[in-house]
């Protein structure tokens, strides 16, 4: 999309954006070519201190981490530690990986635990998603019973030298389908009953479709504090796109989710996949929703893999589609406290201003 990185600039001013946003919006797109047969690849950015990159350096941000997809006709590519594109080197890349599919993962500096209990890469189903070509590495460990929780937070503990999880503000359950909204509760009540006996304090975080009922919401409220992402991705064509599980959940069954997540005192969104569909589409349907959450929603840029090229919407092929929905966005939140986070998403449509506000918040695992 963009024909050099300099012109970062000329679009942050036409759309009084921060240039990186720009960029890093197109790198996220476009992917990154590497001499790796992986699928995804993820690592630590260090921008160089480039005029495009000035207002990261005006506030002291030097470090990013991204998880692209690997495409070998990209206009980036990294070579020899670096993060290039047009022949120029517009940072350092460090802790070059691939981005399997792990049971388990830090961000926000190690103060969020992200644990995936029922294999993230064995679910199947959604057109969009990504697990299905990531290298698996959430098989083999049990997350899913009691003592194999206490295994793993013993382990945790001696990893990051520390006595116990009060440091946690989180931990988040990011993982595939329990294929039972009551095996689900159930397994939520003994994790939060097991994280006590460490001292962990913080949120515990749910990300799926699989709590629907006002039944299941109402007996989590003994959890506090809780939060619900509901994952919605997408609007338009849900029987198409998504699985079995997740497009069961109408938009009309959403509201109503929602709500009751947010009468018994959770804090509530949900996630959405921006690519796939018209802004028409996007802007009715968060305007809807809106009354019904109390926190951001997760909004992930939709990255093409091998065979997806079909699903990216005709419009969201070109830059001006994503600055839309910045702007259509920013206006529905803007009389709010609600903003992203940018610990909380690696292909965000935000990464330094939402609107005229900086974001502030780790941004690296």
Not at 142 to 167: C, M, P, Q, T
Request: with cysteine.
């Amino acid at each position: 999309m963009l024909t050099t990185p300099a012109e970062a600039i000329t679009h942050s001013k036409i759309y009084n954006v921060p240039p990186e946003d720009i960029l890093f919006l197109d790198f996220s797109l476009c992917g990154v070519a590497v001499d790796f047969t992986y699928a995804r690849v993820r690592f630590e950015f260090l921008p160089q201190n480039k005029p495009y990159f000035k207002t990261s350096f005006q506030r002291g941000v030097t470090k990013y981490f991204f998880a692209p997809p690997t495409n070998p006709n990209s206009p980036y590519r990294i070579e020899d530690g670096y993060l290039i594109t047009k022949e120029e080197i517009i940072g350092e890349v460090k802790y070059l990986a691939n981005d399997t599919c792990d049971s388990s993962y830090p961000r926000r500096g190690g103060t969020v635990l992200n644990l995936n209990p029922i294999s993230k890469s064995q679910c199947h189903g959604c057109k969009f998603c990504h697990t299905l070509l990531q290298d698996t590495k959430d098989t083999d460990e049990d997350l899913r019973s009691e003592s194999g929780l206490k295994r793993f937070v013993e382990d945790w503990l001696k990893r990051y030298k520390i006595s116990d999880l009060a440091n946690l503000n989180q931990v988040a359950i990011v993982t595939g389908c329990f294929e039972s909204e009551q095996k689900l509760v159930e397994y939520l009540k003994m994790l939060k009953t097991m994280l006590d006996d460490y001292d962990f304090n913080g949120e515990l975080f749910y990300y799926g479709s699989e709590i629907t009922t006002k039944e299941a919401l109402d007996d989590l409220k003994e959890i506090k504090p809780f939060a619900l992402c509901l994952s919605l991705e997408c609007f338009e064509n849900r029987k198409v796109i998504l699985r079995d599980i997740k497009k069961r959940v109408s938009i009309g069954d959403a509201n109503k989710i929602l709500e009751r997540a947010v009468e018994n005192g959770f804090r509530t969104n949900f996630s959405y996949i921006l690519g796939i569909e018209s802004l028409e589409a996007m802007k009715k349907i968060f305007e809807e929703l809106f009354s019904y959450i109390n926190r951001f929603p997760v909004i992930n840029i939709f990255q093409i893999h091998h065979g997806q090229e079909k699903l990216r919407y005709s419009d969201a092929w070109k830059m001006n589609y994503y600055m839309k929905a910045r702007k259509i966005l920013e206006k529905i939140f803007k009389n709010t406290n609600m903003r992203p986070r940018p610990w909380e998403n690696y292909r965000s449509l935000w990464y330094l201003n939402f609107d005229e506000e900086g974001l502030n918040d780790v941004r690296t695992p």
